[in-house]
């Protein structure tokens, strides 16, 4: 394909604008301070483009043949100077022009590389209004702040870091992500810097002769809303949904000549189903999976079965302890965000090992969320026995959080007595309203698919496949992110999902003659990552480092023997087995990234904890200390 993907940073507003260039100019310098934008030569007074690729790397284009003809917002953003302050509102930036449209959208993004189907766009129309829009999927972010009366923009989150006089971590943010494992939208970790909602678009209108910029408006592009007439038929079902599936992958594959793209390839039907549309389309697929030996769930047999019955090569990517350690601090730079997910840093191997032979990357990523693939009878029952008790002890949206297994219900434990006064009105339920809007589902399984698609998709799996493979030139392309499948899916009767304990039901009537029956039948099960395992074992002594006591008493949120009380199983029932390393990595993410994102220094470290003795050791001194 030749391009790499790349980033996009941007202004729009009043402000004095020799100010606003030198701020522009030093985030460069400092992006790379070996490259310096067009020195000695004249800029576009209008639109400076860069692009900022792998490592800081980055190169100035001058846009000087954009005209009124292709901007039509060009002549309302020349600036009127009038004693050194710009009266009219005006747009410099560094980014990627991927496009120019009739619709005046001047910088783009695509996780996938094709440039019909932007992902995140920022568009100016010509009666002085800023748009920011993100596509309903997630697959792309895009962050805001304002300062002043100007509004900075970037489609990743550190970029706009040097804008902001002082990075604070926002504790609403923070709360967020202790629950969830990812920071809600539009709330970002940082304070003062928000993210578009997949989706929706913010609007800004500006008043040119006040020089004010009004509140944005919110407007939702999308609605993922069940369909009021409902498909029952098998057989049409089937049908419909084979052609669907293949139309997906024909626009997703519509670019590429002869070579070869790489499958992450888990054993699973998703991403089996993705491998098998590829090789019926003609395309030449190499497939990569993950091994965590001994320890972890092994889905090597399947993904070899698969590969076989494919006949496509299968490439092997061992994940341990060592490689983890090794990738762990380049995985939360390449995330942005922070992400406790202990799939993550798999996934940044994986597409490491990729990105030596190919450029684009197919997951099976959204299948789960359109066919209802994650465990909804627990859930399903719990709405059934709430409508039959609506004065029952917990709600279905306080069921629903439960299922994040996240530090939700355990603040008093969690959090030093400053940020649990401040979270003392916020309720991590009402991130759940929308995505559970009756009104747009009414029945039971649309509305959890519909909260799937908004939660655990948009705002967590989708955005992190995407920065993994960015961080290494890869263009990530999901086949199940398609809308007109998508949208067929809120057709289906509630039977052709989930039939009796069959969850994915009519996915794999229709595809059970693309793949072997033991892959397409078998029951699901998430990606086998041994984090209980390594905590407790090889990353023993690293859980006195990344966890120090003294370290977290310094930055004065989570109580500072949190980790101790984990691995003793003090913390709460619900936190024990393969949960203990989930918690525990959830706030290991954490604690690197504001090392690593943000840049704050660690501080001293302290020895009052228990991971500086052998692990056996602190074991028995346990044992003899209880009798």
Not at 262 to 282: E, I, K, M, P
Not at 444 to 459: E, T, V
Request: charged fraction near 15%; aromatic fraction near 10%.
């Amino acid at each position: 394909m030749g391009n790499i993907p790349h980033h996009f940073l941007g202004y729009w507003g009043y402000g004095a604008q020799h100010e606003l260039e030198a701020l522009l100019s030093s985030i460069l310098e400092n992006l790379s301070p070996n490259l310096s934008p067009c020195r000695g030569e004249a800029l576009n007074p209008i639109w400076n483009v860069v692009y900022i690729g792998l490592e800081g790397h980055f190169g100035w284009q001058q846009k000087q043949d954009l005209d009124a003809e292709h901007l039509k917002f060009r002549s309302p953003l020349t600036p009127l100077k009038k004693g050194g302050r710009v009266e009219a509102p005006f747009l410099r930036g560094l980014g990627d022009l991927f496009c120019v449209s009739p619709k005046n959208q001047i910088a783009a993004i695509s996780a996938s590389g094709l440039l019909t189907s932007p992902d995140a766009w920022v568009s100016v129309q010509e009666n002085n209004c800023l748009i920011l829009g993100r596509e309903p999927f997630g697959k792309m972010p895009l962050y805001w702040t304002q300062q002043g009366q100007v509004i900075w923009f970037a489609s990743q989150l550190q970029l706009l870091l040097p804008i902001l006089q002082q990075s604070e971590v926002s504790i609403s943010g923070l709360y967020g992500y202790s629950c969830f494992s990812y920071v809600p939208t539009p709330l970002t970790p940082i304070k003062g810097v928000f993210a578009v909602t997949a989706g929706t678009e913010l609007v800004w209108q500006s008043d040119r002769q006040s020089g004010i910029l009004r509140s944005p408006k919110s407007k939702n592009i999308h609605s993922w809303r069940e369909a009021p007439e409902q498909l029952t038929d098998e057989a049409t079902a089937i049908t419909e949904l084979q052609t669907l599936l293949k139309d997906s992958i024909e626009r997703q594959i519509a670019d590429l000549k002869d070579e070869p793209v790489a499958v992450f390839l888990s054993g699973g039907l998703d991403s089996s189903v993705v491998a098998a549309l590829l090789v019926q389309a003609g395309v030449k697929v190499r497939a990569y999976t993950l091994d965590f030996g001994d320890v972890g769930i092994s889905e090597y047999p399947y993904s070899e079965q698969v590969a076989q019955f494919l006949k496509i090569p299968l490439i092997k990517v061992a994940v341990t302890p060592s490689a983890i350690k090794n990738a762990l601090i380049p995985t939360v730079q390449a995330l942005d965000l922070p992400f406790g997910d202990g799939v993550c840093v798999p996934l940044y191997l994986l597409s490491q090992r990729a990105s030596q032979e190919t450029q684009v990357i197919f997951n099976g990523e959204g299948g789960d969320q359109l066919f209802a693939g994650w465990t909804n009878k627990p859930l399903i029952a719990a709405g059934i026995y709430q409508a039959e008790n609506p004065a029952g002890q917990e709600t279905f949206i306080q069921q629903y959080l439960r299922t994040f297994h996240r530090l939700g219900g355990y603040e008093s434990q969690v959090y030093q007595p400053e940020v649990y006064a401040q979270i003392q009105n916020l309720y991590p339920e009402d991130w759940l309203l929308a995505a559970l809007n009756r009104d747009e589902c009414p029945s039971l399984l649309h509305r959890l698919r519909r909260a799937s698609l908004m939660l655990k998709g948009a705002q967590n799996i989708h955005p992190r496949a995407t920065a993994l493979g960015f961080a290494h030139g890869l263009w990530v392309r999901s086949p199940f992110c398609d809308l007109p499948l998508a949208e067929w899916t809120f057709r289906l009767s509630g039977e052709l999902c989930l039939q009796g304990a069959c969850e994915k039901y009519i996915l794999k009537r229709a595809v059970e003659n693309w793949l072997p029956p033991e892959i397409v039948w078998r029951q699901k099960r998430g990606m086998g990552v041994p984090l209980t395992s390594w905590c407790l074992n090889d990353f023993w002594h690293q859980l006195g480092i990344w966890l120090n006591p003294e370290t977290l008493r310094a930055n004065n949120h989570f109580y500072p023997h949190i980790a101790a009380q984990i691995v003793e199983g003090k913390l709460g029932a619900a936190i024990q087995g393969r949960r203990i390393g989930e918690t525990l990595w959830l706030l290991i993410m954490w604690q690197l990234w504001r090392s690593h994102v943000l840049n704050e220094e660690l501080g001293k470290q302290s020895l009052d904890h228990p991971f500086w003795l052998h692990r056996w050791l602190w074991i028995n001194y346990k044992k003899i200390h209880n009798l």
